[in-house]
């Protein structure tokens, strides 16, 4: 098992910054893709953005040119800094990770989530 836990939600002003943060911990394990999504109250689940083991990128449309996503693979842990926000960001954030199991079965984890609140 793949376990997530993600830190660094909370409320914030429009225009303002947040860091979010997910480490991946538990069975020996290679990491391919790691993502985050977010959901807000009556909408679907939507993916912000996703990195590669390789480091490519790739970001929803909205957050493009405000968001970065980074990873550290040493530490299995993957970033999303989140500038200039806007009173839409507001969601439930998810960091989601994608791999295999050393010797054992491929795997697709989540974490808990983590509130963003962007007040206008």
């Known amino acids: 098992q793949v376990q997530l836990v993600e830190s660094g939600g909370g409320l914030v002003q429009a225009g303002g910054y947040l860091i979010l943060s997910c480490a991946a911990s538990?069975?020996?394990?290679?990491?391919?893709?790691m993502a985050w999504y977010r959901q807000a109250p009556g909408k679907q689940r939507e993916l912000v953005a996703l990195?590669?083991?390789?480091?490519?990128?790739n970001y929803a449309d909205s957050v493009k040119g405000r968001f970065t996503i980074s990873r550290d693979n040493a530490k299995n842990t993957v970033f999303l800094q989140m500038n200039s926000l806007k009173p839409e960001d507001t969601a439930v954030y998810y960091c989601?990770?994608?791999?295999?199991?050393?010797?054992?079965?491929?795997?697709?984890?989540w974490g808990q989530g983590t509130q963003v609140t962007v007040s206008s």
């Open positions: 990195i590669t083991n390789g480091g490519i990128t």
């Open positions: 989601n990770a994608r791999g295999k199991i050393v010797l054992g079965p491929v795997f697709d984890s």
């Open positions: 538990g069975s020996v394990f290679i990491i391919n893709n």
